[in-house]
């Protein structure tokens, strides 16, 4: 049998099946994971037991929510006040009466036992006995079939007001008609049991596995297991015994694609819940586990209306309102584990099923039907075509799955010219995986193949790949022109395909442009980037070149314009396929216009959203992402966020160092770490990142040595300040205002008034509230104007800058004592009073006082003054001697002291 993915291969045997998986759990520790979150459950559900006006609580919830571990929590809750009776229903209705009372049966002498009024009679006075005093509250749990002589008892308890009742069930119509009714009347309260949110996952995998836990994690956890706690604490389990979760630097992270066969407690949940289905339900779970996304007039023309009606009613299926009604298995989990349980064998027949019933010409597949029916013919055996590999490798790249590529890819015979295509997608492949150096072997092993088989565009296309492969790898950068000028050389001297010729030009020019971005000439590159990006000819080319233009734009001045350009070009980049290494290069000049010009709260929204909706990215993005948003964090002066986000980004990152970007996770959190006063893990971090070589763009070189110097600077670095300023005389020269004017501000502490004449000029060459605020700190003191210091404190508070607020309050107060202007020095110390708790490593004195010292110095100058030796002074503040030594070496040399006795004599400024 043949298709369009080539030759039909006869059945094989199955080689594949329910994996045992190790269960190093029970459901002690499931009740213990449960029991850290939903609370406020657990109190609704008491209250609602203590309330008179009900005869108790119907808790209704999908199996695995946690509906027993509330009850038992609930339990706990009421413990020593409330007597708590369990009864479990049958998976059929018992021949038995009372079989759901038998213990309390066994229990009863022979007198009770002759009637069913004494038989009720006996256990009510049981079940009275055995709780002494207390309140009663009868636990039916795991219902599904009740004899009636069994709710014959418990409808008496509840009606002579002996006992209330908690029932637990999946849905109401699992309810006996004598619960429903009394639910129906309201004399039993209704308590839905959901699945966690992901804010819930974050919170529970934090207070179970202790230490923090990397947001990509969260994210992954949560949308495979659609936060069902029991399949969520099995998937964390399996993870943990596979290697691919892990703690490193006391963060969980996972590492390694999520693969294998399920494990057995996933599969037997799996197995016992599809066992109570009809046939036709599970054909279609199965069929749909392997089809996984597709629209719903093909899942209909494969299942028939019937059986869609029914899954669909049956929470089987997810389908989106949107245009096409993408249909899929509403739960992850059920989809992963049920195609992973399912043999070759087993597949092979559903996929010659959907082949009788629908075509798969891949000309008129969308990306992801592609991807899906290509890795479900691979796993059968299917040989594909070497074009469709190739599609469907370059697909899972824009889907962020790059072993499924390089699975796709080895399906290409060697030696051929679609071998050069694969080996551009094997190398995209690895760089999403951050082997950038087998990313340039790649490519480099298909130079001779290339210069053969390729035409004159293919070919500049595969040398643009080449020189983006470069940048990350020791020296690759500075190969880069000569290859451009070597293949403009080839270009000028070929007689091809006039359109070939202006493929290949525009290929060329992309990679230059990309280049002059990647090492810093942004502004001698922004004018050609945007005749490109509005020429639109080609629609890949101008956009990549406008994904380019938002990066030289935020650096260069126009940060709003580069916002406005990075929202308008989004939409047009989502699945463009042309140039995959770097998808989200508009996100990143984004996040930065943003944090630059002082919006740094659409900055978070923006790669907090991306956290939450990148799923399959998760692993190889999400740090990052977080590195990104824990740096958006420091540049608003969030200090303390920025130090948790950016321990985090750093596990992640020493894990798989994505863009070459583990150097500015260390500056950038010894960075946040010098402004919380701890010195020792500044040091420390600092150090790792003098310790890496810098192989990555240079945006993200500027603001290692950026984060660098300020760390410096605010331990006491006299050299560090001045060295800012000269990168910021760089940047002015470049044409580079917005870094120019961002270095000046963090200069010092406060603003240094030889640096003020180059902050005015820079700032007024940007766009943006923070480029206002900075002019207007540069006016105040070259003006020694304390009105419009406050004007800038006004603007500071008005964007949430605190630590620039406290700056401009303090200068504000200098100004306003020099010229004796007693209101506004008043102003100033009010905002001063409000915002020194607030911000940590800033300085609390004015200038003209002759004092400069920030919180922990002052701590330390005071207990010094009263004549604490340096280890009483380092117990009492929990730090270490060498650290004490370090802050009044910096009071000494800041107050011009030179012995404690000078301290204590100070005894009145303290």
């Known amino acids: 049998m043949t298709s369009v993915w080539g030759e039909w291969p006869a059945p094989r045997g199955d080689r594949t ?10 459901a002690a520790e499931r009740r213990r994971w449960s029991s850290f979150i939903r609370q406020d459950l657990v109190g609704t559900a008491a209250d609602r037991l203590a309330d008179a006006q009900t005869n108790g609580v119907v808790v209704i919830g999908p199996r695995g929510v946690g509906k027993t571990t509330l009850a038992r929590s609930v339990e706990h809750h009421l413990e020593g006040t409330t007597h708590f ?13 009372y079989g759901m009372w038998g213990v309390q049966l066994a229990r009863l002498d022979g007198t009770s036992l002759q009637n069913p009024n004494s038989i009720i009679q006996g256990i009510s006075e049981l079940v009275t006995a055995d709780a002494a005093g207390r309140r009663i509250v009868v636990v039916l749990d795991d219902l599904q079939a009740v004899d009636t002589s069994s709710m014959g008892v418990l409808m008496h308890l509840v009606f002579s007001g002996v006992a209330k009742v908690m029932v637990l069930a999946r849905s109401t119509t699992e309810l006996p008609e004598d619960l429903m009714w009394l639910l129906k009347d309201r004399l039993l309260s209704e308590l839905v049991v959901g699945a966690f949110t992901l804010h819930d996952v974050h919170e529970l995998i934090t207070k179970a596995m202790g230490g923090r836990v990397a947001a990509a994690t969260v994210v992954s956890l949560f949308e495979s297991s659609a936060g069902n706690p029991l399949v969520l604490h099995t998937l964390i389990h399996e993870e943990i015994n596979r290697g691919h979760l892990m703690q490193h630097n006391d963060t969980w992270v996972l590492n390694g694609g999520r693969s294998g066969p399920p494990s057995g407690l996933l599969a037997e949940l799996v197995q016992e819940r599809l066992g109570r289905e009809s046939p036709s339900i599970r054909h279609g779970v199965e069929m749909m586990s392997l089809v996984q996304r597709v629209p719903l007039s093909l899942v209909l023309d494969v299942l028939g209306a019937d059986t869609v009606n029914e899954m669909e009613e049956l929470n089987y299926l997810a389908i989106s309102r949107k245009p096409g009604r993408y249909t899929s298995l509403a739960e992850p989990f059920l989809a992963e584990t049920v195609r992973g349980m399912m043999g070759t064998e087993q597949k092979a027949s559903l996929y010659a099923e959907l082949t009788e019933t629908v075509s798969l010409e891949s000309q008129v597949l969308t990306r992801q039907e592609l991807l899906v029916f290509a890795a479900w013919a691979h796993d059968v055996g299917i040989p594909l075509k070497p074009e469709v590999a190739l599609a469907a490798a370059k697909t899972a790249l824009l889907y962020s799955d790059p072993l499924l590529a390089l699975t796709f890819t080895d399906a290409v015979e060697p030696g051929t010219p679609y071998a050069v295509y694969a080996a551009l997608e094997r190398s995209a492949a690895h760089a999403l995986l951050s082997d950038y150096p087998r990313a340039v072997a790649e490519i480099l092993d298909t130079r001779e193949l290339a210069d053969a088989c390729l035409n004159i565009g293919d070919h500049s296309g595969w040398m643009g790949e080449l020189c983006n492969a470069l940048l990350w790898v020791d020296g690759g950068a500075e190969q880069i022109p000569g290859l451009l000028v070597e293949e403009s050389a080839r270009i000028d001297a070929s007689d091809g395909d006039p359109g070939q010729l202006e493929l290949a030009r525009r ?14 000439l942004l502004a001698q590159t922004a004018q050609a980037l945007e005749a490109a990006y509005l020429e639109m000819e080609d629609v890949d080319y101008s956009l990549f070149c406008g994904s380019l233009l938002v990066m030289a734009w935020a650096a260069t001045g126009r940060e709003m314009d580069a916002v406005e350009l990075a929202v308008e070009i989004s939409p047009r980049l989502e699945g463009q396929s042309r140039f995959i290494r770097q998808p989200d290069l508009h996100i990143q000049g984004l996040v930065l216009a943003l944090a630059w010009s002082g919006q740094w709260r659409r900055g978070v929204e923006v790669l907090t959203q991306m956290l939450r909706t990148m799923r399959s990215r998760s692993e190889y993005l999400g740090g990052i992402i977080e590195l990104g948003l824990g740096i958006v964090y420091l540049f608003a002066g969030r200090s303390q966020e920025a130090v948790e986000i950016l321990t985090v980004a750093v596990a992640q990152m020493e894990i798989r160092d994505t863009y070459r970007c583990t150097q500015l996770a260390y500056a950038s959190l010894a960075c946040a770490l010098a402004q919380l006063e701890d010195d020792a893990g500044s040091t420390k971090f600092l150090a790792l990142a003098d310790g890496l070589a810098p192989n990555t763009e240079w945006v993200y070189l500027d603001l290692t040595r950026y984060f660098s110097l300020v760390a410096r600077r605010i331990m ?7 060295a800012l300023a000269v990168s910021a005389q760089e940047d002015a ?3 580079r205002h917005t870094l120019a004017s961002l270095k000046l501000l963090g200069a010092s502490a406060r603003a240094r008034e030889q640096d003020m ?14 480029a206002s605020l900075s002019q207007l700190i540069a006016q105040a003191v070259l003006a020694k104007d304390a009105d419009k210091a406050l004007a800038a404190a006004a603007d500071a508070q008005e964007l949430d800058l605190a630590d620039m607020e406290l700056r401009c309050a303090l200068l504000a107060l200098d100004l306003s004592r020099s010229g004796g202007l007693a209101r506004q020095a008043r102003e ?5 009073d409000r915002l020194a708790p607030r911000t940590p490593g800033s300085p609390l004195m004015a200038a003209n006082e002759g004092v400069k010292l920030t919180q922990r110095e002052l701590q330390v100058a005071k207990l010094a003054g009263r004549g604490l030796a340096n280890r009483d002074i380092a117990e009492q503040m929990g730090v270490s001697i060498r650290t004490v030594e370090g802050h009044l070496y910096q009071v000494f040399a800041k107050l011009g002291l030179s012995s404690r006795s000078q301290l204590f004599q100070m005894g009145e400024f303290w």
Do not use: Y
């Not at 006491?716 to 001045?722: E, K, Y």
């Open 716 to 722: 006491g670095d006299p050299r560090a300040a001045d």
């Open 828 to 832: 100033a110390q009010v905002r001063i």
């Open 17 to 26: 099946g329910p994996g045992s998986g190790r269960r190093e759990m029970g």
């Open 85 to 97: 009776v369990k009864l479990f229903g049958t998976g059929t209705e018992t021949a038995v009466p």
């Open 757 to 770: 004449p180059l902050l005015l000029s820079t700032a007024g060459k940007r766009q943006g509230p923070l």
């Open 507 to 520: 290929n060329v020019n992309l990679a230059m442009f990309q280049h002059q971005v990647q090492t810093g």
């Open 733 to 735: 020269a470049a044409g």
